[in-house]
């Protein structure tokens, strides 16, 4: 049976999928998938055993210039890939008009969530077979409970496998070191970066290395101003996404907050606190083993906001540094809490 599976971006998106792969393959031995995917992200889907062909799209590219993607053939051979092999299903794994729109071009049925489960409920108009999955639920049970629905078979019980082979990433052998994922999209999403300086300076003692990635410009501006000074700390070279993987696979633990890389993290089996202010862990949290969600108590959290309202009080004012320790959500997940909370997941590691 050969499946071609829908689901662009993002980066975490992406990553919870992969335990549906895991659950399909043992329900249904030979079952094969190709995958569409971002560009960006291409690399992902290759990790896994039961994926043969990688098709990369470029949508968030596309759209800035519709002409040049007509003009230089991309999108005549994106169709083309698409229609080089017959599928016995297509799996919208997305559930939003541009990835059901996409199905469209390929002459195969498809499945995908209905009207009351997809994020975009009018996305389900383009399938010819419309499941039902309870909202309110984690993403990476919801896309096993999908798959299970559109292929037939029981959900396995218990936590899912990701199914990446670790050992394909070739690592060396390395001193003991943490990764601080320190990199998001939302402003409200940020540790404050007193912390993470603070934090970082709380790891010299334990004889932690601390290894800090970025992805861009203002990321390793913050990296630096972290590392300044701090002999165990390393801002590490600009690497690709199989770099990064490299990295994660070897540490100790990652401290994250909610990233696309804190799920890379989780599915590498790498021992990870994600710390969340605005945003739900119960639904969008790293998922795997080893994996600690600290999530704030803070009055209005999670508020998934990508701005923040709270108007500080006379307390707050009086207690906080409002330049140094924005938002104020993160205060109740102060560097103190945070490295207790490491220690003691490095302890349960080392016994284990």
Known sequence: ???????????????????????????????????????????????????????????????KNLWQTLKSGEWKAFKQRLRAHRYDLVIDAQGLLKSAWLTRLVKAP??????????????????????????????????????????????????????????????????????????????????????????????????????????????KARAERIAAGLAHCQVLPRLNLVGVARVLAAAKACIAVDTGLGHLAAALDVPTISLFGPTNPGLTGAYGRSQVHQGSDFPCAPCLQKKCTYRPSAEDLRRFDLKREWPLCFTRLNPEHVASRLSALLLAEDVR
């Open 1 to 63: 049976m050969r499946v071609l599976i829908i689901k662009t971006s993002s980066l975490g998106d992406v990553i919870h999928t992969l335990p549906a792969l895991t659950d399909a393959a043992k329900a249904l031995p030979g079952i094969r998938f190709d995958w569409v995917v971002e560009e960006g992200f291409a690399e992902i889907p290759a990790w896994h055993p039961a994926v043969d062909q990688v098709i990369p799209v470029a949508i968030r590219r596309w759209r």
């Open 110 to 219: 498809v499945a995908g969530l209905d009207r009351y489960s997809a994020r975009e409920g009018l996305s389900s108009r383009f399938y010819d077979r419309r499941l039902s999955v309870a909202v309110g639920q984690h993403a990476v049970e919801r896309v096993r409970q999908l798959f299970a629905l559109a292929l037939a078979y029981d959900l396995p019980e218990g936590l899912g496998d990701y199914g990446l082979d670790r050992a394909r990433l070739q690592l060396p052998p390395t001193a003991p070191y943490v990764v601080f994922l320190h990199g998001t999209t939302w402003a409200t999403k940020h540790w404050p970066e007193a912390y993470w300086r603070e934090l970082a300076e709380r790891m010299g003692p334990r004889k932690l290395q601390v290894c800090l990635p970025w992805g861009n410009a203002e990321e």
